[in-house]
Each structure stands twice: as structure tokens, then as C-alpha cells.
């Protein structure tokens, strides 16, 4: 395992001080906020652009607004989520299970302030993990094979009991529903086209910013304009500093766990911030407080969840790619270009040749997540007085033009726009008949990746279905997923008779 000297560290941290990467690192987190906020302009589209105006651009510099942008993009999601019920990324969605329902209630200004400060938590924590464990990590993650990608999967799906309002049943359709969505495209092993219905843009599958959109934000169009009037929000409440502290302190053993899934799931290359926070979310509904509403009704916990794991993500994802060259999600997908533009090569021997610009990469990731922290809560209020002063019959027709808007900047064409209006109506029908949107969203993001890498390790293990219980971490994955069911089941028939 490489440690950094100490040499490498004092020379990381003075070029930390100097003035360009403050300001840099502040422009990037504003700029990833404008980014994240705006559904469709998610922070891979802030970096990617960035990148290129990298050429010239001093090491120091170049990472203080790519790695801005980055923590930026990630948090920024979460504002539309909870204001108007749009994600602004993938990663949010989670967040405006309860979000937006804080807003209803006239609790705008505290669900912003726990996601303010839970992106600084998760980030930070994450920050740290990379700091002093990478190495470790790195090779750890190396040990994940498709059975454990798969159980992985499962365990995440098995995690929409808890989130789907009560009912196992109707959660298992919905996320069996979302996963005959993500079977929509080309077979990943056969190469058949299935459900594609002779579409070209339905060869990759179904767009998954196009389908958040409309599993939330199109739903509550319809919600709004079907009412008799339409529903005005509340006045909003404001809320200090020390009560926002309070609930973290409250749910301290959440925010841990919320932390160490955002992590570790960033870790695990090809995962990112969507899974992350559903599986974190998932976690809240075991952190159940009699003085707080439950859990998909405007629970403080729900929020702080998904952002703590989301912006976890940050720190997590950067492990592999530094001490690997293996680039985590997206975004540290393009920050391999862009290192790779200051002829840096990451990789096994990166921590030793350049512990100072290691320890650089790091102090620059915490930095931006204090700034983040910074501009977050000077600009809180000022967002749902917005929101408040907004006549509600101008807001849902600007909703609809946002999510237009983000889902054509997603694909360049009408077609996921016109994919988000189909999707939008039969969403809203089925939320008539009962079915919760959140299930039906992790199936759509997880059914890919479990049946890929179930296919894979049944084929690796010539259709042996033992192997998921005689690899120990498979094994306690699908035991946590049975324990799971269990109590879940187990509350629901306690509802029921009580």
C-alpha cells in the first residue's frame, strides 16, 4: 500500500493556498451548479465542455474548475428536485421523493439546506476515504466479479421495498415494469433487437434523463393541471443553521452509512450517484423516527440520504481512476482525458511518482465542496421566495419547458422529446391506479446491470446458479436482500392489523 510522504503532502497543500485554484475552483462549482440545475445539463456535460479549454491551462488551475464542476454538477440536481419535482440529474431523483413533498408543505428552505449540507458531508467524507485509502480500496474493488455485480444489483432492487410506499407488491411490479423498460435496445450478449419496435432511437435503450423527467416531472403536470384549481404552494418556512445541524445529529448513524454507500459504490467502476442514492435511500426507511413523516411524505431523512450518498460519489469514483487508471463513472471518465492533456498517466504508480499533485487533486475535491457549502447557503433563501412569488399557472407551463428543453439538450433530437411525452402519459396512469414511481425508476436503472452480469457469471460458471452463495460477499448481499423482504413484509402485516 503507498503512502504519501510528507514532502509530497507540504508541497500538495502550499500550492493549495495559492489564489488561481481558490478562484478556479470557485468559478467551477458556480458554473456546475448552472449545469446541474438545468434538467438534461447534467455536470458530464459541464466537464466535458470544460475540457477542451483546458490546452495550456496550468495542472493546478485546470483541476480546480473541472473538480468544481464535478462536485457542483452532482449537488445542483437536487434544487429542481425539490422546488418543482425535476431532477436535474440522474443522481437527484431519489431526492424528490421527499423533497418536493417538503415543499408542499411549506419546508422548501430546510430540504434545501439538508441537501446543501449533505453534498458537503458526503463530498468530504469521500474526500477523505480517498486521502488515506485508495490503494486499499483500489484493489479491493479489483476482487468484484459479474456475480458480485449482479448480487450487488439484486440487493439495490430488493431495496424498492422500502420505498415503495408500503406495498411490496406493488413495488415489485413496479420495478418489474422498469426493468422490462431497460430490456428495451440490443440484446448486451445476443446483439438482438428487442422491444425496439423498428425506432432507431430506441437501439440504446431507453434515455434515462428523458424517463426521469417524466416519471416526476411530467406526473405532477398532469397532477396540477387535472385538479379542479390549481394548487398554490404554501408559504415557506425558514430555517436556521443549527436546526439543519440537528437532523444530521439525529440521524448521524444514516448520514454514516449514507456516506460509506456513496463511497464505496463509487468505487465499483461502471456504478455512480443513481445507484448510490437509491440504495442509501432505501437505508432511510430502517431509520424511522415517530416525530418525522414517513418515509415518500416529506421526511427530512429521505433527503439527506440521497444527497450524502450522491455527492459521495465524488471521492469514491476518483479512487480507481487514480490508483488504477479505471475511470469510475462519467465525469472521471472525461477527467482521464483531461489528465491525460496535462500528460499525467494515472495508474498503480501515480501515488508515488506524483504524491503532490495527489495530494493536490484531493485538497482541491474538499476545497470545492466548501465552496459548495458556502454559495449554497448564502443562495438558499433566496430560492424558494422565488418559488413562492411564481404564479403557480406560469410555473407548471415553464416546468414543461425545461423538461423539453433538458431532454432535447440530452440527445440532440425531438425523439427524446417526444419519448418523455409518451413515457409521461403512462406514468401518470399508472400512478392513478396506485403504482409508485420510485420502484419503477430502479428497475429501469438496475435491471441492465443485473441481467448483463448475471448472464456473465452463469456463463463463466457453466449455468452453476451455486455461485452466488458460495462467494461470500454474493452470499451476504442476497441474505441482506431475504432479510430485507422480511421486515419489510413483516411491517406490512403489522400495518394491516394494527
Excluded at 110 to 117: E, M, N, R, V
Excluded at 305 to 310: M, T
Excluded at 420 to 434: E, F, K, W
Amino acid at each position: 500500500m503507498e503512502f504519501v510522504s510528507f514532502a509530497d503532502m507540504l508541497s500538495g497543500l502550499n500550492a493549495l493556498a495559492s489564489i488561481s485554484i481558490l478562484f478556479w475552483s470557485a468559478a467551477g462549482v458556480l458554473i456546475g451548479c448552472l449545469f446541474g440545475a438545468a434538467p438534461g445539463l447534467t455536470a458530464t456535460a459541464g466537464v466535458a465542455i470544460a475540457t477542451p479549454l483546458t490546452f495550456g491551462v496550468p495542472f493546478e488551475q485546470a483541476m480546480g474548475l473541472l473538480l468544481g464542476i464535478y462536485c457542483g454538477g452532482y449537488f445542483a440536481g437536487s434544487v429542481p428536485a425539490i422546488l418543482v419535482n425535476t431532477p436535474g440529474a440522474p443522481g437527484n431523483a431519489a431526492t424528490t421523493v421527499d423533497g418536493y413533498p417538503m415543499t408542499l408543505k411549506g419546508r422548501a428552505d430546510l430540504a434545501l439546506g439538508l441537501a446543501i449540507a449533505g453534498s458537503f458531508l458526503g463530498g468530504v467524507f469521500s474526500g477523505l476515504v480517498l486521502m488515506f485509502l485508495a490503494p486499499m480500496l483500489s484493489s479491493l474493488a479489483l476482487t468484484f466479479t459479474a456475480v458480485e455485480y449482479s448480487s450487488f444489483g439484486f440487493f439495490g432492487l430488493i431495496c424498492v421495498a422500502a420505498v415503495s410506499g408500503g406495498s411490496i407488491l406493488r413495488g415489485c411490479v413496479g420495478a418489474v415494469l422498469g426493468m422490462l423498460l431497460g430490456c428495451v435496445g440490443i440484446d448486451p450478449v445476443d446483439g438482438v433487437l428487442r422491444l425496439t419496435f423498428g425506432l432507431p432511437g430506441l437501439l440504446t435503450g431507453i434515455p434515462l434523463i428523458p424517463a426521469l423527467i417524466a416519471f416526476f416531472a411530467i406526473t405532477e403536470m398532469f397532477n396540477q393541471g387535472g385538479a379542479e384549481k390549481l394548487r398554490a404552494l404554501p408559504p415557506q418556512q425558514k430555517s436556521g443553521l443549527a436546526e439543519i445541524i440537528g437532523f444530521f445529529f439525529r440521524h448521524k448513524l444514516l448520514s454514516l452509512k449514507s456516506a460509506l454507500i456513496g463511497t464505496g459504490i463509487g468505487i465499483l467502476p461502471g456504478t455512480g450517484p443513481t445507484i448510490a442514492s437509491w440504495i442509501s435511500y432505501g437505508e432511510a426507511a430502517t431509520a424511522g423516527c415517530p416525530d418525522e413523516d414517513p418515509l415518500g411524505e416529506g421526511a427530512p431523512r429521505g433527503v439527506i440520504a440521497s444527497e450524502v450518498a450522491n455527492n459521495a460519489v465524488t471521492g469514491g469514483a476518483l479512487v480507481p481512476l487514480l490508483t488504477l487508471g479505471i475511470p469510475g463513472d462519467t465525469v472521471t471518465a472525461i477527467l482521464l482525458g483531461a489528465l491525460t492533456i496535462q500528460n499525467i498517466a494515472p495508474g498503480p504508480l501515480f501515488i508515488v511518482e506524483h504524491g503532490n499533485l495527489f495530494v493536490l487533486i484531493v485538497g482541491i475535491l474538499m476545497l470545492s465542496n466548501v465552496w459548495l457549502f458556502l454559495f449554497g447557503m448564502v443562495l438558499r433563501p433566496f430560492l424558494p421566495r422565488m418559488l413562492e412569488r411564481l404564479p403557480v399557472n406560469v410555473l407548471v407551463p415553464l416546468i414543461g419547458i425545461m423538461a423539453a428543453t433538458g431532454c432535447f439538450a440530452d440527445g440532440n433530437t425531438a425523439f427524446p422529446v417526444a419519448l418523455m411525452g409518451i413515457l409521461g402519459v403512462a406514468a401518470y396512469y399508472l400512478q392513478c391506479l396506485g403504482l409508485p414511481m420510485p420502484p419503477l425508476v430502479l428497475g429501469l436503472v438496475l435491471g441492465p446491470i443485473i441481467e448483463k452480469n448475471l448472464r456473465d457469471a452463469l456463463t463463466v460458471h457453466r449455468m452453476d446458479l451455486s455461485v452466488f452463495v458460495t462467494r461470500p460477499l454474493s452470499a451476504t448481499l442476497i441474505a441482506a436482500a431475504v432479510l430485507t423482504v422480511l421486515v419489510a413484509a413483516r411491517r406490512g402485516m403489522s400495518g394491516k392489523t394494527g
